[in-house]
């Protein structure tokens, strides 16, 4: 019904299962500025696809809204920031879908920040970490940690984690030398042993072999040598390929120090170079087909003794796909009898390593239990309900005064006009098929002409959502009978002029006469299906698809069976009634896009009450006026009540009191029931100015033995830490779902406020599991810094370790997550991603207690029978 009373907004659905992205690449640079003082420089590269926050947001700290960047260093008096950060990047500001609609400043592609210190000491080094989150249109990811090092010496300029940038001289210098600059002979140098990089770990692509090399050429100065070897069919970027647009280049990232100097630029030679345009990326590069290709790059040490390490990163592509960029740790020894070879992490860092990979998960995450659970999100299913929307606007359209007189007089001409009645047939398919190519071709252009980015924000952007309130008033007072928007005459003169010279030219103007003559009715509706489907890249086209089938078909029947047109109802004031029924339909959903604004601005003047208030008085309207208690100005006197007119005044009357059942309090969430018709077009429940916040008291024994047990979604019971809840469990005998969410996490919103309150659902997760809800974004930092293991990162606050145990368990890092376990840590069903409906979901947990009461019984058969000694 919700499509019916008009165009609500597209579904979002997250993919089931994701692999671990990481779509935003940190690098850093500094530069001496003068005296004591530096710029520190933080550099983004941002995959396709996806945006990071900016610092600067309008929005207040406790808004659900997604998490800026943030700089952070580590504290030490040896220094201080001069002035404010400084960004500078592919900056946008509209509204995020992902975050009810949100006004938020973002970047894509690249980012950079500045920020000026004054060094006191410069001995010490100035460090610390970037934390980002990144959001594409469907999901947004837990927010990342990169550390960064600073060693800031004056008057030479250093760089943070990389070699010294070339400058375009220095670039082309580099390039003319390994052109025409004869092979150095290093015969008489000593050669130190050849070490290769580490394999990576099976399953994963590795089209790059890396080995690393030192040649000693003076006392004090030292070539080291970086080799890659490329598998057949791949390549990767040279250091002369822009990063700006493009793939990432390969370069050479060092530890700062002061026991050795980096002399000139790292030079690269040999294998099989190409340039020229990337089929991937559509932007001027220079890369390498063949290998081996030998990075050089020339240092002066200081002190031998130490080794000097860093990293390379480089970007591999072949004919079907890029990965994404990798990192290879490197470290050389000048030392005697030492060489370079691939390094991992210190060991000897001083963190607490700990490694949170559960062997019964991972095990039972691949195969679980129970066979029971599996299913596959379809990512087009939001197409196939764009398209019904479509469709189910041009039915309306055909009901309109401007379309319905149209049929019979249309079909009649081709009938009567044609030599017999296959051509008569013919020539009214071929006018249907030119109202789909004229509507469609309007659905491309607009696609083609804002793009698919352009247009999701345009469908999220708080002005342009106050414009779509004001023009949809507009509309709604014009089906009312107030004015009429009509396209200038003397496009159907023209129109219908072409339409006049006959054949295939005369049909297809045909059609688009009527496209123009019907707009005044057509118009509201076409703009409105145009919005709400403006969110998918193929949206306009599919919507429009749907209207023009649903406009065309018509023609198509009546033309193919005329004795069907004696069973039309004939013109009159009816039509007149359906348009001021649209109109109060465009009223309703004026007011969506206002709280859309409204939200975002923080205005505070659309309220869940406000809005759902307005709503029953315009739907109670629409019932008085086909009670005929209202009349506009083109309405005639109601004599008397059709059948078909009580019976939409009577479905009208029963909406408006549905409507009002959304003020009613809901014991379970201490709030208004949400009305899932409503779901996507009011504002939650939770917005209101009249309910206070209400909570119920905790269980205090569990409490004082557990102390992350709270309350969750809905006053659910829950546990926040996984091992006190999965103890909980145990001493229970209950199964636990596992919930991996976020704060700010939309899908996981809508699991609990439509689907976890339904009571076949809610009785589930209250009686029969114990619920553990793991939020990957709580900043809350933790005692000490950690270092994960398996992934070889740290982890400093609470969503940095829940987010590595999601990794490390389920190797995925999407929300919301729902896994069924077993007290013992067992997969009972194959987890669940976002998914709309609750029959489903109540399907998912009947399937993981079934399993889990089966597998119960088992281990107690099973012990009694060894009890016994049966075999």
Same mark, same amino acid.
């Given at each position: 019904?919700?499509?019916?009373?008009?165009?609500?907004?597209? +579904? @979002?659905?997250?993919?089931? +299962?994701?692999?671990?992205?990481?779509?935003?690449?940190?690098?850093?640079?500094?530069?001496?500025?003068?005296?004591?003082?530096?710029?520190?420089?933080?550099?983004?590269?941002?995959?396709? *696809?996806?945006?990071?926050? #900016?610092?600067? =947001?309008?929005?207040?700290?406790?808004?659900?809204?997604?998490?800026?960047?943030?700089?952070? !260093?580590?504290?030490?008096?040896?220094?201080?920031?001069?002035?404010?950060?400084?960004?500078?990047?592919?900056?946008?500001?509209?509204?995020?879908?992902?975050?009810?609609?949100?006004?938020?400043?973002?970047?894509?592609?690249?980012?950079?920040?500045?920020?000026?210190?004054?060094?006191?000491?410069?001995?010490?080094?100035?460090?610390?970490?970037?934390?980002?989150?990144?959001?594409?249109?469907?999901?947004?990811?837990?927010?990342?940690?990169?550390? &960064?090092?600073?060693?800031?010496?004056?008057?030479?300029?250093?760089?943070?984690?990389?070699?010294?940038?070339?400058?375009?001289?220095?670039?082309?210098?580099?390039?003319?030398?390994?052109?025409?600059?004869?092979?150095?002979?290093?015969?008489?140098?000593?050669?130190?042993?050849?070490?290769?990089?580490?394999?990576?770990?099976?399953?994963?692509?590795?089209?790059?072999? /890396?080995?690393?090399?030192?040649?000693?050429?003076?006392?004090?100065?030292?070539?080291?040598?970086?080799?890659?070897?490329?598998?057949?069919? /791949?390549?990767?970027?040279?250091?002369?390929?822009?990063?700006?647009?493009?793939?990432?280049?390969?370069?050479?990232?060092?530890?700062?120090?002061?026991?050795?100097?980096?002399?000139?630029?790292?030079?690269?030679?040999?294998?099989?170079?190409?340039?020229?345009?990337?089929?991937?990326?559509?932007?001027?590069?220079?890369?390498?087909?063949?290998?081996?290709?030998?990075?050089? =790059?020339?240092? %002066?040490?200081?002190?031998?003794?130490?080794?000097?390490?860093?990293?390379?990163?480089?970007?591999?592509?072949?004919?079907?796909?890029?990965?994404?960029?990798?990192?290879?740790?490197?470290?050389?020894?000048?030392?005697? $009898?030492?060489?370079?070879?691939?390094?991992?992490?210190?060991?000897?860092?001083?963190?607490?390593?700990?490694?949170?990979?559960?062997?019964?998960?991972?095990?039972?995450?691949?195969?679980?239990? $129970?066979?029971?659970?599996?299913?596959?999100?379809?990512?087009?299913?939001?197409?196939?309900?764009?398209?019904?929307?479509?469709?189910?606007?041009?039915?309306?359209?055909?009901?309109?005064?401007?379309?319905?007189?149209?049929?019979?007089?249309?079909?009649?001409?081709?009938?009567?006009?044609?030599?017999?009645?296959?051509?008569?047939?013919?020539?009214?398919?071929?006018?249907?098929?030119?109202?789909?190519?004229?509507?469609?071709?309007?659905?491309?252009?607009?696609?083609?002409? &804002?793009?698919?980015?352009?247009?999701?924000?345009?469908?999220?952007? /708080?002005?342009?959502?106050?414009?779509?309130? @004001?023009?949809?008033?507009?509309?709604? &007072?014009?089906?009312?009978?107030?004015?009429?928007?009509?396209?200038? #005459?003397?496009?159907?003169?023209?129109?219908?002029?072409?339409?006049?010279?006959? *054949?295939?030219?005369?049909?297809?103007?045909?059609?688009?006469?009527?496209?123009?003559?019907?707009?005044?009715?057509?118009?509201?509706?076409?703009?409105?299906?145009?919005?709400?489907?403006?969110?998918?890249?193929?949206?306009?086209?599919?919507?429009?698809?749907?209207?023009?089938?649903?406009?065309?078909?018509?023609?198509?029947? &009546?033309?193919?069976?005329?004795?069907?047109?004696?069973?039309?109802?004939?013109?009159?004031?009816?039509?007149?009634?359906?348009?001021?029924?649209?109109?109060?339909?465009?009223?309703?959903?004026?007011?969506?896009?206002?709280?859309?604004?409204?939200?975002?601005?923080?205005?505070?003047?659309?309220?869940?009450?406000?809005?759902?208030?307005?709503?029953?008085?315009?739907?109670?309207?629409?019932?008085?006026?086909?009670?005929?208690?209202?009349?506009?100005?083109?309405?005639?006197?109601?004599?008397?009540?059709?059948?078909?007119?009580?019976?939409?005044?009577?479905? #009208?009357?029963?909406?408006?009191?549905?409507?009002?059942?959304?003020?009613?309090?809901?014991?379970?969430?201490?709030? !208004?029931?949400?009305?899932?018709?409503?779901?996507?077009?009011?504002?939650?429940?939770?917005?209101?100015?009249?309910?206070?916040?209400?909570?119920?008291?905790?269980?205090?024994?569990?409490?004082?033995? !557990?102390?992350?047990?709270? %309350?969750?979604?809905?006053?659910?019971?829950?546990?926040?830490? !996984?091992?006190?809840?999965?103890?909980?469990?145990?001493?229970?005998?209950?199964?636990?779902?596992?919930?991996?969410?976020?704060?700010?996490?939309?899908?996981?919103?809508?699991?609990?406020?439509?689907?976890?309150?339904?009571?076949?659902?809610?009785?589930?997760?209250?009686?029969?599991?114990?619920?553990?809800?793991?939020?990957?974004?709580?900043?809350?930092?933790?005692?000490?810094?950690?270092?994960?293991?398996?992934?070889?990162?740290?982890?400093?606050?609470? *969503?940095?370790?829940?987010?590595?145990?999601?990794?490390?368990?389920?190797?995925?890092?999407?929300?919301?997550?729902?896994?069924?376990?077993?007290?013992?840590?067992?997969?009972?069903?194959?987890?669940?991603?976002?998914?709309?409906?609750?029959?489903?979901?109540?399907?998912?947990?009947?399937? *993981?207690?079934?399993?889990?009461?089966?597998?119960?019984?088992?281990?107690?058969?099973?012990?009694?029978?060894?009890?016994?000694?049966?075999?």
């Amino acid at each position: 019904m919700k499509y019916l009373l008009l165009f609500l907004t597209a +579904f @979002i659905s997250a993919p089931l +299962f994701a692999q671990v992205e990481n779509p935003v690449h940190w690098s850093f640079e500094s530069r001496h500025i003068e005296g004591d003082e530096f710029e520190l420089v933080f550099k983004a590269k941002i995959d396709d *696809g996806w945006k990071t926050y #900016s610092p600067y =947001q309008e929005y207040d700290e406790d808004a659900i809204a997604p998490i800026p960047i943030g700089i952070f !260093y580590d504290e030490g008096d040896h220094f201080e920031t001069i002035g404010k950060l400084q960004e500078a990047g592919n900056r946008k500001v509209a509204q995020e879908p992902l975050f009810e609609n949100i006004n938020v400043a973002y970047y894509t592609k690249n980012a950079t920040f500045t920020q000026r210190v004054r060094m006191k000491d410069a001995s010490r080094p100035v460090t610390g970490y970037v934390e980002s989150m990144a959001c594409d249109e469907e999901k947004c990811l837990p927010p990342s940690s990169v550390d &960064f090092g600073f060693e800031l010496k004056a008057p030479k300029p250093t760089t943070g984690q990389l070699a010294p940038p070339a400058t375009d001289e220095k670039i082309a210098e580099a390039v003319k030398e390994n052109i025409r600059k004869p092979q150095e002979d290093f015969t008489k140098v000593e050669q130190l042993e050849k070490l290769e990089a580490l394999p990576p770990p099976g399953g994963i692509k590795a089209p790059l072999k /890396w080995t690393f090399d030192i040649k000693k050429i003076s006392e004090q100065e030292y070539e080291l040598l970086f080799i890659a070897d490329l598998a057949k069919g /791949w390549t990767f970027y040279s250091q002369h390929t822009s990063p700006d647009d493009g793939p990432i280049p390969a370069s050479f990232h060092f530890e700062p120090g002061a026991h050795y100097e980096l002399e000139g630029a790292t030079l690269e030679e040999g294998g099989k170079k190409k340039s020229g345009m990337d089929p991937f990326f559509g932007v001027e590069v220079v890369k390498f087909t063949e290998g081996p290709v030998t990075f050089r =790059q020339k240092v %002066k040490a200081l002190d031998s003794s130490e080794p000097i390490t860093g990293y390379l990163t480089y970007m591999a592509c072949d004919d079907s796909e890029c990965l994404p960029p990798t990192d290879v740790e490197f470290s050389f020894g000048l030392a005697a $009898g030492t060489a370079g070879q691939a390094a991992a992490i210190d060991p000897a860092s001083g963190l607490k390593a700990i490694d949170q990979t559960v062997p019964s998960i991972k095990a039972t995450y691949v195969e679980p239990l $129970g066979s029971c659970g599996a299913e596959d999100v379809a990512r087009d299913s939001n197409l196939l309900w764009t398209f019904i929307l479509g469709f189910a606007g041009g039915l309306l359209a055909l009901l309109t005064p401007c379309v319905f007189p149209m049929i019979p007089l249309t079909v009649s001409f081709f009938t009567k006009s044609s030599k017999d009645r296959a051509s008569g047939l013919r020539n009214a398919l071929l006018y249907g098929l030119s109202i789909i190519v004229i509507y469609v071709s309007i659905g491309l252009l607009i696609t083609g002409v &804002f793009g698919a980015t352009a247009l999701n924000e345009l469908s999220t952007n /708080w002005i342009a959502n106050t414009l779509f309130f @004001i023009i949809f008033i507009l509309f709604a &007072f014009s089906f009312f009978g107030f004015y009429e928007i009509t396209l200038p #005459s003397s496009w159907a003169n023209k129109s219908d002029a072409m339409a006049d010279r006959g *054949g295939l030219l005369g049909i297809f103007f045909m059609a688009f006469t009527l496209a123009i003559v019907s707009f005044s009715c057509t118009g509201p509706i076409i703009g409105s299906a145009l919005v709400q489907s403006a969110t998918s890249k193929m949206g306009p086209f599919v919507v429009m698809l749907g209207f023009s089938s649903a406009l065309a078909l018509p023609f198509a029947l &009546f033309a193919a069976f005329p004795g069907w047109l004696n069973s039309l109802p004939k013109s009159g004031g009816w039509m007149n009634s359906v348009k001021v029924v649209l109109g109060f339909l465009e009223l309703a959903l004026a007011l969506k896009f206002l709280s859309v604004a409204d939200m975002t601005m923080h205005w505070n003047i659309l309220p869940y009450e406000v809005f759902m208030g307005a709503w029953v008085l315009i739907f109670g309207a629409m019932a008085a006026y086909l009670f005929g208690l209202i009349r506009f100005p083109h309405d005639s006197p109601v004599q008397k009540l059709s059948a078909t007119r009580g019976a939409f005044a009577l479905l #009208s009357l029963a909406l408006t009191v549905y409507l009002a059942t959304g003020f009613f309090y809901n014991d379970d969430t201490k709030s !208004y029931n949400s009305l899932k018709l409503m779901s996507g077009l009011a504002p939650p429940a939770t917005y209101n100015v009249l309910l206070p916040d209400a909570k119920e008291a905790l269980d205090t024994d569990i409490k004082s033995k !557990y102390p992350s047990f709270t %309350k969750c979604a809905n006053n659910l019971d829950c546990f926040k830490n !996984y091992e006190e809840g999965v103890a909980y469990a145990r001493e229970v005998n209950k199964p636990v779902l596992l919930d991996f969410t976020g704060y700010g996490c939309v899908n996981c919103r809508k699991t609990e406020e439509h689907i976890w309150v339904a009571e076949e659902v809610k009785s589930k997760l209250s009686e029969d599991f114990v619920l553990v809800s793991l939020y990957v974004d709580d900043r809350k930092a933790l005692e000490e810094i950690l270092l994960s293991i398996p992934r070889q990162e740290k982890l400093r606050n609470v *969503g940095n370790m829940w987010a590595d145990f999601q990794i490390v368990n389920f190797e995925q890092n999407s929300q919301p997550l729902y896994v069924m376990m077993s007290p013992d840590e067992r997969v009972l069903a194959a987890p669940r991603g976002y998914k709309e409906g609750v029959q489903d979901y109540a399907e998912f947990l009947k399937c *993981g207690l079934e399993t889990y009461e089966q597998t119960t019984e088992e281990q107690k058969k099973g012990k009694e029978d060894k009890r016994l000694g049966v075999n």
